[in-house]
């Protein structure tokens, strides 16, 4: 079993569609979540963290349930720009963890006209 | 100017060759790290290092080398490159004084023939 895993995707949405984004993770000693965005051909970027208490930013919301080992991302009025491939983040835990990570194979969604 | 930077950005070579790829950061970063992703399997920690001439292998350092003579540098080698040395890698940084949050350079992609 992957450490962390991900709806394999991909997701094709109208403009202004809601889409959510699931991940599962096998540790459950992991501490710290993270969901990041790649744009095509693109570096890796810091989309949201992931807090027990659930965060929003603006059309983004991050939920964590640590007894399912469960994350999510939704995505309300989704954009043309929100086209991307989502990577759900693990901190892995092995000595001294410092902050490496475990990534998700990643969804790819794509937002239509 | 982009704080991470990684050279070359594209490479081709033929199998058995020697290469290095080159990692520069100047957002005084004190941790690095290499990564590789293939299509389906997300990204892979080759090496990371927290610190001028510490190195620590990741989860597939198997056929790769890193050197950390400068806090600025990370250099990421394949000794005698093979074809399924072909991926895309990524660098990346991260300050154990702020977080877990990783940044990435532009990545390189790599063709073994």
């Known amino acids: 079993r992957k450490e962390v895993e991900q709806d394999p995707g991909p997701f094709n949405v109208p403009e202004g569609a809601t889409v959510a984004f699931n991940c599962t993770y096998s540790?459950?000693?992991?501490?710290?979540f993270f969901w990041y965005r790649q744009d095509c051909r693109k570096e890796p970027k810091l989309l949201m963290s992931?807090?027990?208490s659930g965060n929003e930013d603006g059309r983004f919301t991050a939920q964590l349930n640590r007894a399912s080992q469960y994350i999510s991302l939704l995505i309300r009025d989704s954009k043309l720009s929100d086209s991307a491939t989502y990577l759900c983040?693990?901190?892995?835990?092995?000595?001294?963890?410092?902050?490496?990570?475990?990534f998700g194979q990643g969804t790819e969604l794509s937002v239509k006209p | 100017d982009a704080d991470v930077t990684q050279t070359p950005r594209n490479r081709i070579t033929k199998t058995g060759k020697r290469i290095m790829l080159e990692c520069s950061q100047t957002?005084?970063?004190?941790?690095m790290y290499w990564y590789r992703q293939d299509p389906g399997l997300g990204l892979r920690l080759i090496y990371y290092?927290?610190?001028?001439?510490?190195?620590n292998k990741g989860e597939i350092s198997d056929g790769y080398s890193v050197s950390r003579q400068a806090q600025a540098k990370f250099s990421l080698s394949l000794e005698s490159a093979i074809p399924n040395q072909t991926a895309l890698y990524f660098c990346?940084?991260?300050?154990?004084?702020?977080?877990?949050?990783?940044?990435f350079g532009p990545g390189t992609r790599l063709l073994v023939l």
């Open positions: 957002k005084g970063h004190d941790r």
């Open positions: 540790n459950s000693a992991s501490q710290s």
């Open positions: 992931v807090y027990s």
């Open positions: 290092s927290f610190d001028v001439k510490d190195i």
């Open positions: 983040v693990v901190i892995g835990m092995t000595y001294n963890q410092g902050g490496k990570l475990i």
């Open positions: 990346a940084t991260s300050d154990s004084r702020a977080g877990e949050t990783q940044y």
